[in-house]
């Protein structure tokens, strides 16, 4: 599932394309895209004519910022392409994104945007886990006091971390996971930045000193800000904004990579469950 760095990828290449346009019609392809149950040609209109103020990102959420119009009020557009959405946009030189869809081979295309310039937003999800959901500015302000921390902010110390990851015996790696405390991180990177502070994934949260939180603070965010240099992780789908795949697989230390190596200290890479998620590791070095 694509985690902070994917997400913002997707973020800032739709930001340039969306900012500023007009919605000039919907085509909802596949209603099951729609999170809430929403009727296609009520979400279409809701949608109708609107102007994009902003993209933004909170957590794992690409959320589409709509000024209002008419009666309508502000809303936002949450989008959750879970594990295997994918968008493209296509110039006004190629009308319905038709030869672009062919050359990106998009055959599960769930909504189609079609922008006052011309250009068009295609969002393609076999397996359409993840989708759309169109709420009113207060009821996402709502949801969004649900997620925890930015671990990217600029203001975002160790001490945060600590605070945002005390109270219990969870074990760390199940902690991080946890949205309600550090918004975005998921899977791949935890395991990652785990391995760069030399923690066990199985370790309880009480157990950690100031020195461990340091360390895994600066570790999460090392990992974070370089895997978003590098437009992400493509393990199998994810891809960016009209198909490039990410490029930090190649420097995944440990995660994928049970049986391998320890690049720092050479120990046989292992595997364990965690709540039924994969938590790679190494038990030479991560104590």
């Not at 949450?78 to 006004?92: E, L």
């Not at 990410?246 to 995660?255: E, T």
Request: glycine letters at 8%; hydrophobic letters at 35%; proline letters at 4%.
């Amino acid at each position: 599932m694509p985690e902070l760095p994917e997400v913002e990828t997707i973020r800032r290449d739709l930001a340039p394309a969306l900012e500023g346009k007009a919605i000039a019609s919907v085509r909802i392809r596949k209603p099951d895209i729609l999170m809430d149950g929403d009727c296609p040609r009520q979400f279409a209109s809701s949608l109708h004519g609107r102007r994009i103020s902003s993209v933004e990102r909170r957590g794992k959420n690409l959320l589409i910022h709509l000024a209002s119009l008419g009666r309508m009020q502000a809303a936002v557009l949450q989008v959750q392409v879970r594990m295997t959405g994918r968008f493209a946009v296509a110039p006004d030189s190629d009308p319905g994104g038709r030869l672009l869809a062919e050359r990106l081979k998009f055959r599960h295309v769930a909504a189609q945007f079609e922008l006052d310039d011309g250009r068009t937003v295609l969002y393609d999800d076999v397996r359409r886990l993840g989708g759309f959901r169109l709420l009113t500015t207060e009821a996402w302000q709502a949801k969004e006091r649900e997620l925890g921390s930015e671990p990217l902010e600029a203001n975002y110390t160790a001490r945060a971390l600590a605070r945002d990851l005390a109270h219990g015996r969870a074990p760390i790696k199940n902690a991080l996971l946890d949205q309600r405390r550090v918004a975005g991180v998921g899977n791949i990177y935890a395991s990652e930045a785990l391995h760069r502070a030399r923690l066990d994934p199985t370790r309880a949260c009480d157990t950690l000193d100031e020195m461990d939180m340091r360390r895994l603070h600066r570790g999460l965010r090392a990992v974070l800000s370089e895997a978003l240099r590098e437009a992400g992780t493509t393990l199998r789908d994810y891809r960016t904004v009209n198909g490039s795949s990410g490029k930090y697989q190649d420097r995944l230390r440990v995660y994928d990579r049970e049986g391998e190596r320890c690049p720092r200290c050479g120990t046989t890479i292992r595997r364990v469950l965690q709540a039924g998620r994969s938590s790679f590791f190494c038990p030479g070095c991560q104590i």
